[in-house]
């Protein structure tokens, strides 16, 4: 069985599966007067609702584009919002880097140029700035590769370079961030098996959706023979965080492929609606809230969009015990089957 239900070992207590983590980033949103993100700034609306998980870059950690930055690394994190969700996931700053690719749902609404002042020195620094004694998910350094250079290493020097990147932080949990070989788009899920037993090193084996494969569908057999490959290898228990997911619509189909840890950015930008996310001003519509100042509308709009990940957390781990039942998944649930029937037919003609 490709979905499970079950309580991930990524906190002091263990927390129960699969996990729909908000994410905020720089990138793509506007800065303030402040020097603080517009994203960012988000936090302080949302942050009492944040009781599980978040994601937060080292790249915005390190350059202040996080409310209350410095703190989040010092003795007194504990008086900060990030204290409050029981899982810090701490990105290295790759995303942020990479000029060209974005989250799939980003709007792009400019030009983007990266800081030169952060880089693999700086986020060793955040990683050993980072506090003690509360539970931290870390992900590997993964530099933006030059199109035109010699391309990514193999996935075992992968491997290994995240090893050693991490173990200067024998206290936090570990995620390894596998990226394509050489010069290709996506991840080679065959040429992998070789260094798959290995993975067990880490507590948390990550993907970006956009390198999963040239179709939506790819994608989708691309993490269940992932999510097969570390079954089969002695890596069951390492659960797989498809970075950049979280959509009420796909999120549920990487579920079913495989995927227990979920990330993106499309809470802050849309609106979560029947079971899709649409444009935050047709949520004033459907809301019959016209008339309301936008900072209201958006304060509203993500804090909602929050409640709604908090429900399809549940039901994706109701359907997990009962997979015959597809209209726990709710209003797009004959969407879903469709889909995911198509990706199980296509599976089973590669194995």
């Not at 603080?36 to 950690?61: Q, W």
């Not at 999510?227 to 089969?232: S, V």
């Amino acid at each position: 069985m490709l979905a499970r239900s079950r309580h991930l070992r990524l906190a002091t207590q263990p927390l129960p599966g699969p996990l729909l983590v908000p994410s905020v980033s720089s990138k793509g949103f506007p800065v303030g007067r402040d020097g603080v993100s517009e994203a960012g700034a988000a936090l302080h609306v949302v942050g009492p609702d944040l009781h599980e998980s978040l994601l937060v870059s080292a790249y915005d950690l390190y350059l202040g584009l996080l409310p209350d930055a410095e703190r989040a690394m010092s003795q007194d994190h504990g008086e900060t919002l990030y204290a409050l969700p029981h899982l810090l996931i701490v990105d290295s700053g790759g995303y942020e880097l990479n000029p060209h690719d974005f989250e799939s749902g980003e709007q792009r609404r400019g030009a983007y140029l990266p800081d030169d002042r952060f880089g693999h020195e700086q986020f060793s620094e955040v990683l050993s700035r980072l506090p003690a004694g509360r539970d931290l998910l870390v992900v590997n350094y993964d530099e933006p590769v030059d199109p035109d250079g010699a391309g990514r290493v193999t996935y075992r020097v992968q491997r290994e370079e995240a090893q050693a990147q991490l173990s200067a932080r024998m206290d936090i949990r570990k995620t390894f961030l596998v990226k394509p070989e050489g010069h290709s788009p996506f991840l080679d899920v065959a040429a992998m098996t070789p260094d798959a037993p290995d993975l067990v090193a880490f507590d948390v084996v990550g993907v970006t959706e956009k390198e999963l494969g040239g179709t939506f569908l790819d994608k989708l057999v691309s993490l269940a023979r992932l999510r097969r490959l570390l079954d089969e290898s002695g890596c069951g228990e390492v659960p797989l965080h498809v970075f950049g997911s979280l959509d009420p619509l796909l999120t549920p189909l990487y579920f079913m492929a495989g995927g227990e840890l979920f990330d993106g950015l499309s809470w802050l930008r849309y609106a979560y609606a029947d079971g899709l996310a649409v444009h935050p001003e047709a949520l004033s519509v459907l809301a019959g809230d016209v008339d309301q100042r936008q900072d209201r509308r958006d304060a509203l709009r993500r804090v909602l969009n929050l409640r709604e990940l908090h429900h399809l957390k549940h039901r994706l781990a109701r359907w997990a015990h009962e997979q015959e039942r597809y209209d726990i998944l709710g209003p797009r649930h004959q969407e879903l089957r469709e889909v995911y029937e198509i990706m199980t037919a296509k599976l089973a003609q590669r194995r």
